[in-house]
């Protein structure tokens, strides 16, 4: 339970019968927990939408598994995402989101998130590369990212960092349990990449998506010592653990205004999901 005085963020309908579900969620927000508002509970047509949606998200992602080689620009993984998403009948959600001028975000070596693709990044042998995809298809967003590692191979130190941000991105889903709380995840992540002597990011968090492109709840991927929100079946959220190398301090590029960097310039890994909350754990709407 969280010290400050959690809002009262689940109401019932004006004249609403109370079902089970709202009996069980209210019993939570009455012994002071931090619960979702009810609109974040989605119901089946919904979760169908992003399912859907999910599944473009993840195309997207395996079709560049063929594609990422030395030599070419982030500005030519921008081009093959924004193709393929269109061709597909849905929309890059980047594309134009508070001014962000791409269709995905590409975040090479020590590059947290966020990197803009450019005509001028050409990516060498042994990069360590984020990119992240976000979908909307009918009205419906999903929100996955992947490392992917440029030509045969990269130093072992990368390769390390690289499989621990996905094991941290797993185990922080396994943690998620049908009410349990948003904090289990980050503590559970931050746990594994500490152990690895890695540290994580605090600056930026997972969130609910679906119906938005960023809703509540903020999933932090580290302890931040509170509980967050409850878990009720049928939320919808990403996990993003963003792992560093050295120090969890990042800054944010001037230039650009997006662009997030470690502020020791050593190497950050990230791997994102889009995770559907079900009575039986947090399943993946991508993979
Ligand atoms: N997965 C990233 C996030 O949720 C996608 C950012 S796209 C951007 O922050 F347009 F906001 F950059
Ligand atoms: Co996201």
Redesign the pocket.
């Known amino acids: 339970m969280g010290r400050r005085k959690n809002k009262k963020n689940w109401v019932v309908p004006r004249g609403a019968e109370l079902t089970e579900l709202d009996r069980r969620v209210l019993d939570f927000q009455e012994r002071g927990c931090l619960v979702p508002p009810r609109r974040l509970v989605l119901d089946a047509e919904q979760v169908a939408g992003i399912r859907r949606s999910g599944v473009v998200n993840t195309g997207i992602l395996d079709m560049l598994e063929g594609e990422v080689r030395a030599g070419m620009t982030t500005e030519d993984i921008d081009r093959l995402v924004r193709e393929f998403t269109l061709s597909h009948g849905a929309t890059p959600?980047?594309l134009g989101?508070?001014g962000?001028p791409k269709s995905c975000?590409t975040s090479l070596n020590e590059v947290v998130?966020?990197g803009i693709p450019s005509e001028f990044e050409v990516l060498e042998e042994g990069d360590i590369l984020n990119v992240?995809v976000?979908t909307i298809l009918g009205g419906y967003y999903s929100?996955a990212?992947r490392m992917y590692i440029v030509g045969d191979s990269t130093s072992p130190e990368k390769e390390r960092l690289v499989r621990v941000a996905k094991e941290c991105l797993d185990i922080g889903a396994q943690a998620a349990r049908p009410w349990g709380f948003v904090q289990d995840i980050g503590r559970a992540i931050a746990a594994h990449a500490n152990r690895n002597g890695y540290s994580v990011v605090r600056d930026?968090c997972g969130?609910g998506v679906g119906l938005k492109f960023?809703d509540e709840p903020d999933v932090d991927h580290y302890d931040t010592g509170e509980q967050g929100m409850l878990l009720v079946p049928g939320m919808v959220f990403?996990i993003?653990p963003m792992i560093n190398m050295g120090t969890w301090e990042v800054f944010v590029d001037e230039e650009d205004g997006?662009t997030v960097v470690t502020e020791d310039e050593l190497p950050s890994a990230q791997w994102?999901h889009t995770f559907l909350m079900t009575e039986d754990g947090a399943e993946a709407l991508t993979w």
Request: overall charge negative; hydrophobic content about 20%.
């Open positions: 959600a980047p989101y508070d962000f975000c998130c966020h992240d976000s929100d990212s930026l969130h960023h990403t993003e997006w994102e």
